[in-house]
């Protein structure tokens, strides 16, 4: 089955540190891989997403590049932000060859990042 | 434009009893997911439903189930409560189910907090 592995956490940095949350997948079909962010008190939103091997994912100064040879799709970013503090879900959803989804993204356990000033 | 409602957003229940949660989709969004939140299983998917269709279901007993209404609406209804469905209940909503023509984004509402004792 699909599964998604996060590196362990929490993480805790710096104002202006350079960030990077690991993540590495297994999964059949053809997988389209995210990055979701739950800030304290709220729902998960779509941070970044890529559909296809070696597509890479940006947005809010966060990138995401598709490794298909190492199955990874690790979160970057050269300077974080006390606002940045929140908790970091890597997820796929993996389609079969005949179309058919399985209509559920499977989720990573998350990882907890705290950025001081 | 509105976001995901999610009702109620805390409730307490003791264990041998039932809970409705509902939740409201964006407005034109057909498409509703349910994922079940705990700190030990993270993020685990419940249901998807596409125009009052349940599409797919997740690996949970029988006494978790759903519907959808032709207002697009949702309700998850838990019987006989037990202590493990304390969780943090969350409902998503996107234009389309996942599939396709949507691979994955969802939009999060901020849950229903339910507390089993």
């Known amino acids: 089955g699909n599964s998604v592995t996060q590196m362990e956490g929490p993480v805790t940095l710096s104002e202006e540190a350079f960030l990077t949350i690991n993540c590495t997948y297994t999964?059949?079909?053809?997988?389209?891989l995210f990055w979701y962010v739950q800030y304290p008190g709220e729902g998960l939103q779509l941070l970044l997403k890529?559909?296809?091997?070696?597509d890479k994912g940006s947005n809010k100064g966060f990138e995401a590049t598709y490794r298909k040879e190492t199955t990874s799709f690790h979160l970057e970013k050269g300077s974080v932000q006390v606002s940045d503090s929140a908790v970091y879900f890597c997820?796929?959803?993996?389609?079969?060859?005949?179309?058919?989804?399985?209509?559920?993204?499977?989720f990573g356990q998350g990882t907890i990042l705290t950025v001081h000033p | 434009k509105a976001g995901v409602t999610q009702t109620p957003r805390y409730l307490i229940k003791t264990r041998g009893q039932q809970v409705t949660l509902s939740c409201s989709p964006i407005?034109?969004?057909?498409?509703v997911s349910w994922y079940q939140q705990t700190p030990g299983q993270g993020l685990q998917f419940l249901f998807e439903?596409?125009?009052?269709?349940?599409?797919n279901k997740g690996n949970f007993p029988g006494r978790f189930s759903g519907r959808q209404f032709s207002n697009s609406r949702s309700e998850m209804n838990v019987s006989t409560l037990e202590l493990g469905d304390s969780a943090l209940y969350l409902c998503?909503?996107?234009?389309?189910?996942?599939?396709?023509?949507?691979?994955?984004?969802?939009?999060f509402g901020e849950g229903s907090r339910l507390t089993v004792l």
């Open positions: 998503a909503s996107s234009s389309q189910p996942l599939d396709y023509t949507n691979t994955g984004e969802l939009f």
């Open positions: 890529a559909t296809k091997a070696d």
């Open positions: 407005s034109g969004h057909r498409s």
């Open positions: 439903y596409f125009s009052e269709t349940q599409r």
């Open positions: 999964a059949t079909g053809y997988p389209s």
């Open positions: 997820a796929l959803n993996s389609l079969t060859a005949g179309g058919t989804s399985y209509g559920k993204l499977t």
